[in-house]
């Protein structure tokens, strides 16, 4: 514990390649801007919340009719939007971008400005919590994420820290609370985290990979290592859950994003349990609070997903939803699936069609519109409001 610490101690709060210089620079310059934003709009919600039922994609999840599905979008904060290309030149790094409050909470903010989802999502990442576990991180431009020591020895994962969010990540709470004032009951709050799997797969590789060798060399020749770092990491992301929903967060996703490169059967061994672990942990703590999972790439586990216990499994663009529901029997609610491409790609015209159809195909059960991924790199703003629009102005 003490090791911890000292390794908070030395690089807690964003990354050192962030100065203090020009942190405090830019805290004197929008602090006050952001903190006075957020407090009018905070009166007006709080005038209006009175009076006002919980948020549409809340009710959703919870099974309660609705005059139509809730819609947000994977990445809707981030690389499409001119606002957010306009930051990034004046704050080039991801890490001032993710763990900066007020410029957190900006970027958070500008799709919702713009668009108004039902869900307006933390924009941070998956990694963002492991240096609070002794685990050193950084994104290098053009490489992205980087881990400084991979870890792949039974001696490495013992160095490996139980996770404390509100000394480790200060700045996710911070954003989380501004955010929830910000939003009121207009929108549902969400937050993330990765799941053990995919977290490990970086860990073990050292950052991405096309062929995982290192993370499966461990797994099929000391899996006792593998299984260790699985289970410190499942226990960390139930505190860091956990910790986003007391400081607002209503709905949290966990993404499993390289968990399809198992087989099914390694699938089983090496990361449904541990998911299945951050389900019961958040539940027994938060029993209220929904849970999505998202799996790239996963549909030949699906019923594996849907046994996990979680809310709402969310389906990418290889799955049919109606094929979908009859696989699950509707035993949990879905969240999807609209081709990226098409709001990348597609006419309005073409847009509003699928944008109907997938509705249909989601009636009848717990359904929140979504993409089957993110929102691509070189969409229209223009498109992804009639995607919004479009969803919205439907009704049964």
């Not at 709905?251 to 090496?270: R, Y």
């Amino acid at each position: 514990m003490m090791q911890c610490q000292q390794h908070l101690g030395a690089r807690r709060g964003v990354s050192s390649r962030v100065g203090a210089t020009q942190r405090a620079t830019l805290s004197s310059k929008r602090a006050t801007r952001v903190q006075s934003t957020v407090e009018t709009k905070n009166n007006k919600a709080n005038v209006s919340s009175v009076a006002t039922e919980e948020p549409l994609l809340l009710r959703a999840v919870r099974g309660e009719d609705v005059e139509r599905p809730p819609v947000w979008m994977m990445r809707q904060a981030g690389r499409y939007m001119k606002s957010y290309q306009d930051l990034c030149k004046k704050y080039p790094t991801f890490r001032e971008r993710s763990e900066i409050p007020e410029l957190s909470i900006e970027i958070s903010l500008q799709p919702w400005k713009v668009f108004r989802p039902d869900g307006v999502i933390l924009f941070s990442d998956i990694l963002t919590p492991l240096e609070g576990m002794n685990i050193n991180f950084d994104f290098i431009q053009g490489k992205g994420p980087v881990i400084e020591d991979p870890i792949r020895t039974m001696a490495q994962v013992e160095k490996v820290c139980k996770l404390d969010p509100a000394l480790a990540v200060p700045f996710v709470g911070q954003t989380l609370e501004a955010l929830s004032k910000e939003i009121g009951n207009e929108s549902t709050l969400l937050g993330f985290c990765g799941a053990p799997y995919t977290l490990a797969s970086y860990i073990v590789e050292g950052g991405s990979s096309k062929n995982y060798t290192n993370i499966k060399k461990l797994a099929f020749n000391q899996p006792e290592v593998l299984h260790a770092l699985l289970a410190k990491l499942a226990d960390g992301m139930i505190d860091y859950l956990c910790y986003q929903a007391e400081s607002g967060a209503q709905t949290v996703q966990i993404f499993d994003s390289w968990a399809s490169h198992l087989s099914p059967v390694d699938f089983e061994v090496f990361s449904l349990p541990y998911i299945k672990q951050i389900v019961s942990g958040v539940k027994a703590r938060q029993p209220d609070l929904p849970i999505i999972l998202y799996i790239s790439g996963g549909a030949g586990i699906l019923e594996r997903m849907a046994d996990t216990g979680v809310d709402i499994v969310s389906l990418d663009t290889s799955l049919d939803i109606t094929d979908a529901r009859r696989r699950i029997d509707d035993k949990c609610g879905i969240q999807g699936n609209i081709d990226p491409c098409l709001i990348l790609a597609g006419n309005k015209e073409a847009i509003t069609k699928r944008v109907h159809d997938t509705i249909e195909q989601g009636k009848g059960t717990k359904h929140i519109l979504n993409l089957g991924h993110g929102v691509l790199p070189g969409t229209s703003e223009e498109n992804v409001g009639h995607f919004f629009d479009t969803a919205k102005n439907f009704r049964w």
